[in-house]
């Protein structure tokens, strides 16, 4: 009987550890990424500079590149500023944005691309896409999964918690996600990928059910652990399906109707995977998502972010505009406008009693 399997695209090292970039030369020559030294180095003008004068001593070989927001323009003159100067690979150290363009910039010159992060805001960090603002609003492109990804915890320590509470309200969201990816296989016959959904669900459920909180060092490795492997799954299913349901849809909602006053990506997640849990029928799950997100500081309720239950309503029932094709509880419920209110209505009732 033939033995049959499948090449997963992962990183080759993923380090998560207090202390991880003082060793980070050292790593990249071990597993023979970069044994000469010669790396091309994507930071931001802030923070980054800060670990730039802390690492360059150990790095000599690097060169050091700062970023300008994240944009597709941006990523475009970085891939032209490191063109032809024979880098070993590209290092993203920062958070989402500085990452997703050094990962775009990399794919565009053909190197491998080693991925630091310095928070932990979201699932992007290990994905294989890179969302970057372009003219004619934000992109998502496709682009190989890091070679490498390596976190510090002293340096994620260091960032606000604000940083860390997203990074929480995307890892919890996985599982409302993948309740959408199942529903569309019931309905419309989508294909789920198992060990996509499997991957996905685990990475969910251990920073859902973890005790520890955001001053926790073995909570913050699981939650590390969780966007790492939600990143994996993203690239094993080949989209991002096992981490954006309709909590994405209204998280993006949020985003276009309201640009100037959204929150941050994870507290939008959270909160718009609570409402989805309980559209669903699920009460019980999404009381406990409630529960867990107030322990962390995260909103469950719309005025906690500064918008109204009108205004939630509104995100809500534009949300599926967001991804068209993606088929969710949103699109299966198909609600009205005051359906969604009087539902909302019920929601902020069950996650109070």
């Known amino acids: 009987m033939p033995v049959l399997t499948r090449l997963i695209p992962s990183p080759v090292v993923v380090d998560i550890r207090a202390g991880a ?36 001593p150990a790095l000599p070989g690097a060169d050091w590149y700062e970023v300008c927001g994240g944009t597709i323009d941006a990523a475009v003159k970085l891939a032209d500023d490191i063109k032809g100067k024979r880098y070993d690979a590209v290092v993203g150290l920062g958070g989402g944005k500085i990452i997703d363009v050094a990962k775009y910039a990399a794919a565009r010159v053909g190197l491998p691309l080693v991925a630091v992060a310095t928070n932990l805001s979201h699932d992007g960090l290990c994905s294989p896409v890179s969302t970057l603002d372009n003219d004619n609003g934000r992109g998502s492109y496709g682009v190989p999964t890091p070679i490498a990804m390596v976190i510090d915890l002293d340096v994620i320590r260091d960032a606000p918690v604000r940083f860390v509470r997203s990074g929480i309200g995307d890892a919890i969201s996985n599982i409302s996600s993948i309740a959408d990816w199942e529903l569309s296989q019931r309905i419309t016959g989508e294909k789920v990928d ?11 459920e251990s920073v859902l059910r973890h005790p520890g909180g955001v001053g926790d060092d073995e909570f913050l490795t699981v939650l590390a652990e969780a966007l790492v492997l939600t990143g994996i799954a993203m690239s094993i299913s080949g989209d991002s399906r096992p981490a954006s349901g309709a909590c994405h849809e209204i998280s993006h909602a949020f985003d276009l109707l309201y640009p100037k006053r959204a929150a941050s990506h994870g507290e939008q997640c959270g909160l718009g995977a609570a409402f989805a849990m309980h ?44 991804r068209p094709g993606r088929f969710t509880i949103l699109e299966h419920l198909d609600l009205t406008h005051d359906q969604i209110r009087d539902a909302y209505a019920d929601y902020a009732k069950t996650i109070s009693s």
């Open 194 to 204: 198992g060990l996509a959904a499997a991957m996905g669900r685990t990475a969910g």
């Open 279 to 322: 559209l669903r029928g699920a009460h019980e799950e999404s009381r406990l998502f409630a529960e867990v997100l107030r322990r962390h500081g995260l909103p469950v309720l719309p005025e906690e972010i500064g918008f109204t239950p009108d205004e939630f309503v509104r995100a809500v029932e534009y949300a599926p505009q967001t």
């Open 21 to 56: 970039l003082d060793d980070l030369a050292g790593i990249l020559a071990d597993q023979r990424i970069s044994a000469s030294g010669r790396l091309a180095f994507a930071i931001s003008g802030g923070s980054g500079q800060k670990l730039r004068a802390e690492m360059a």
